[in-house]
C-alpha cells in the first residue's frame, strides 16, 4: 500500500501542467506610453498569451504588424489633432505662468480644461464609431477575449471593456484631469497635494485653501466638462445611472506606474499595484560621438534633458531662456531638441533630434535628467 501510495503521489507531483494563454484586448496610448505597454505585451506574448492591439491608422509608433500581436485600426485621438496640438497647449501654459501668482493658479487650469474639453468630445465620437458599427461590434465579441489591458489616459479601452464585459486591468498613471490614486483612492486634500497644484504634504492654512481650490475646479471638470461629454453614448449603450467614473472605478486591476517610496504618504487601494520602475534595463554601449561627448564632461558629469514625444517644442522665448541657463552650468548638457536652434546655446550643450535614454541614464556620467511633470 504504501509503494502505491508513493507512486500515485509522484504521479501527481511530476505529470506534466497542463495551461493556456489567455486572448488579450489591448487599447494602448501612443508615444511614449507605447514604451512601456510594448513591454508587458512582450512579457505577456512570451507566456503564451494571445493579444490584439488597436491602433490607429495614423499612429505615431505602434507598428501595424509586429511578432507579439495582431493589430486592428480604428479611429483615434490622434487622428483628429497632431503635435502642433500639443505644442500650442504648453505655449499656452507658459504664458499664464508668466502671470501674476493668483491669476496663474486659475489661467493654467483654465488651458488644460480647454484641452481636456475638445479631447474628450473627440474620443466620445471615436467610441460612439465603434459602439454604433455592428459588424465591429461582433467581430470582437466573436474573438472571446478573457481580459481588457488599456491605459486609461485615453478612455476608449475603458468604455470598450466595459461594455464587452471583460476583466478590466489598467496599465495606468494618469486619468481623465489628474492622477490615478485621485479617481481610485480617497485622498485627503488636508495632507494629499492635488495634481498641478505645486504643494507638498506639510501645508499651512494658506496652502490646504489653495489645495482645496484646486479639488473643487478638478471636480467641477469632471462633473460637469468631461462626464457630459459620454452622457450621450453612455445612456445609448449602457444601464441607467452609468457614467465615466463609475466604469474606471470598476476597473480590477490598476498597474500604477509609480514607486510608491517616491510619492506622499497618502490612501491606496488594495487592487492598485505599484510597477514603478519595471521598463528598466541595463544600459548599453552608446554610439562613439555621444560616448566621446560623455566623457569629455570631466568631473563634472552630464545633464540629460527631454520633453517627451508629444511636445516637440517650447515657445522661443523659454528655449533661449533654457539654453541659457544650461551654457551657465559646469556640466554638459544633451538635449533632445526639435525646432530652431536657439541663439543662446552653449559649447556645453548638444541637440539631438533622437537620444538611447535608457542608455544615457545608466551612463556613469549622468548627473541629472531634467524631465516634464507628465512624465513621472
Given amino acids: 500500500m504504501i509503494q502505491i501510495f508513493l507512486t500515485g503521489l509522484c504521479f501527481l507531483l511530476l505529470r506534466p501542467t497542463c495551461c493556456s494563454g489567455s486572448r488579450i484586448l489591448v487599447v494602448p496610448v501612443d508615444g511614449s506610453h507605447w514604451i512601456n505597454m510594448e513591454l508587458i505585451l512582450q512579457e ?36 483628429e489633432s497632431n503635435r502642433n496640438f500639443y505644442d500650442k497647449m504648453i505655449q499656452d501654459v507658459v504664458e499664464c505662468r508668466r502671470s501674476l501668482p493668483f491669476i496663474s493658479m486659475f489661467c493654467q487650469p483654465q488651458v488644460l480644461t480647454s484641452m ?23 467581430k470582437l465579441q466573436d474573438a472571446k477575449f478573457d481580459l481588457m489591458l488599456t491605459d486609461p489616459a485615453l478612455t476608449l479601452g475603458v468604455i470598450l471593456g466595459s461594455y464587452l464585459k471583460l476583466t478590466m486591468v489598467f496599465n495606468v498613471r494618469w486619468i481623465n484631469n489628474g492622477e490615478a490614486h485621485f479617481t481610485i483612492a480617497p485622498s485627503p486634500v488636508s495632507y494629499v497635494p492635488v495634481s498641478g497644484s505645486e504643494l507638498h504634504d506639510q501645508m499651512d492654512f494658506l496652502d490646504r485653501t489653495k489645495n482645496m481650490l484646486h479639488y473643487i475646479y478638478s471636480f467641477v471638470e469632471q462633473h460637469f466638462i468631461i462626464n457630459p461629454s459620454y452622457s450621450d453614448l453612455l445612456r445609448r449603450h449602457f444601464p441607467p445611472g452609468t457614467d465615466l467614473l463609475s466604469l474606471e472605478r470598476a476597473a480590477d486591476i490598476w498597474l ?14 488594495p487592487n492598485v499595484v505599484y510597477i514603478g520602475g519595471f521598463q528598466c534595463k541595463q544600459s548599453r554601449p552608446l554610439p562613439a560621438d555621444l560616448e566621446a561627448f560623455m566623457q ?58 533622437w537620444m538611447p535614454q535608457k542608455d544615457l541614464l545608466g551612463h556613469p556620467k549622468t548627473q ?6 507628465n512624465r513621472l
Fill in 256 to 269: 500604477v506606474r509609480t514607486d510608491f517610496v517616491f510619492e506622499f504618504p497618502r490612501p491606496t487601494m
Fill in 116 to 138: 481636456l474639453d475638445k479631447g474628450h468630445e473627440i474620443l466620445a465620437r471615436a467610441a460612439a464609431t465603434m459602439l454604433d458599427d455592428p459588424v465591429f461590434m461582433k
Fill in 368 to 373: 541629472c535628467y531634467a524631465v516634464p511633470l
Fill in 44 to 79: 505577456l506574448h512570451s507566456r503564451g498569451h494571445d493579444i490584439t492591439v488597436l491602433r490607429s491608422a495614423k499612429s505615431w509608433y505602434i507598428p501595424s504588424t509586429s511578432s507579439i500581436y495582431t493589430s486592428i485600426n480604428v479611429t483615434m485621438l490622434e487622428d
Fill in 296 to 353: 569629455s564632461s570631466g568631473e563634472h558629469g552630464v545633464v540629460v534633458m527631454s520633453l517627451g514625444t508629444l511636445v516637440s517644442a517650447l515657445h522661443r522665448e523659454a528655449t533661449e531662456a533654457i539654453a541659457a541657463a544650461f551654457a551657465q552650468l559646469p556640466q554638459k548638457v544633451v538635449w533632445r531638441f526639435a525646432g530652431e536652434k536657439p541663439s543662446s546655446l552653449g559649447n556645453n550643450t548638444l541637440l539631438v533630434n
